[in-house]
């Protein structure tokens, strides 16, 4: 059900949602924590992983919709990486004006005919290096392709690295996820659901270093931005319970899940929310974004800023949730 459509977003309303969620979380909370993270097989590689960022941020030009050239760079340093791991690699490119711009997707599993697709888009808004947003979810896909190789998985996965996700183009039919969900649509492609990778680089140990849309989240979550998000909308569907519940069963890192209707502020900030306009189950794996990470969508989100070994473990954690799913 969509209470976007029944429910007037106002601030009663939404403290109402609020509330009950609040109360449901405590009461009701049906995630419980494994004692002993689950050992991955094929660990993200912290080396790995500083290697991708440092290609992705470190560019002659900003990766913006302005500097096609440097997009273009971009994507074809993703589609070598793919291509090193899949054998289904592609490029998806689309008309924006007189631009050509490219989705970057690779696959595997494709003996499965049901289908998981985890996202995450590479340009950055205006000039800057966009470390968090989103160079940490594209290397989150770079590395996932190596680490799925060889897998025996129960679902063809395919991993796409969008383009055009931020502004001007952000909640626009340009957006690449916007044009890659329409094409699964009008290709009645059977999609079990899909994660969008956005932010997952960035954490912090301090009191007060975590915000939230309404401040009676801190009561459950608390106040320290030391943990990834699962965030979902109310009636989220079986492929967000099911990845949840296998994300935090293998405790690769803190965790913690956010069911709200669509109308609280954050909770569709990225390519995920087209998925959702095409009524496929998705969701978002987040640091939490703008409200944790105040070098957000700022010339100073660097490399340097990042928690590289808490991210490996997002990155494994997302695996292992591939792997297990039934």
């Known amino acids: 059900m969509n209470f976007k459509n029944i429910v007037k977003p106002t601030k009663r309303n939404i403290i109402l949602f609020v509330g009950l969620f609040f109360i449901g979380i ?78 970057v997707i690779c696959s595997f599993g494709t ?16 000039d800057q290096q966009g470390a968090d947003d989103n160079a940490t979810g594209v290397t989150a896909l770079l590395e996932l392709a190596r680490m799925l190789k ?3 998985l129960n679902y063809r996965i395919d991993l796409v690295a969008y383009t055009l996700e931020e502004p001007p183009y952000f909640r626009t039919e340009n957006m690449g996820s916007y044009v890659h969900a ?66 935090v069963e293998a405790n690769q890192v803190k965790t913690e ?25 998705a969701m978002m794996i987040t640091d939490t974004s703008f409200f944790r990470n105040k070098n957000y969508h700022q010339p100073t989100d660097t490399l340097e800023t990042l928690d590289l070994k808490r991210m490996t473990k997002v990155i494994d954690g997302i695996f292992l949730s591939l792997i297990h799913l039934q």
């Open 26 to 103: 405590v009461f009701f909370n049906p995630f419980k924590r494994a004692q002993v993270p689950e050992k991955s097989p094929i660990p993200a590689d912290i080396n790995l992983v500083k290697e991708h960022l440092r290609a992705l941020t470190q560019t002659p030009e900003f990766r913006n919709y302005k500097n096609l050239d440097q997009l273009n760079t971009i994507a074809e340093y993703i589609h070598q990486n793919f291509n090193k791991y899949s054998d289904n690699t592609s490029f998806q490119e689309y008309q924006v004006g007189e631009e050509t711009y490219k989705n």
């Open 111 to 126: 003996e499965n005919k049901k289908r998981i697709i985890i996202g995450a888009h590479y340009d950055v808004c205006g």
């Open 150 to 152: 060889g897998q025996k």
């Open 182 to 247: 329409k094409y699964l649509k009008d290709n009645n492609i059977e999609v079990y659901g899909m994660a969008s990778v956005e932010m997952i680089g960035y954490f912090k140990d301090e009191d007060n270093s975590q915000d939230y849309p309404l401040g009676i989240l801190s009561w459950y979550y608390g106040n320290r931005g030391d943990y990834i998000t699962l965030a979902k909308k109310f009636g989220g569907g079986e492929f967000v319970n099911n990845f949840s519940d296998h994300f």
């Open 257 to 281: 899940t956010f069911s709200a209707p669509q109308f609280i502020k954050g909770t569709d900030y990225s390519d995920h929310l087209n998925y959702w306009k095409f009524g496929y189950s």
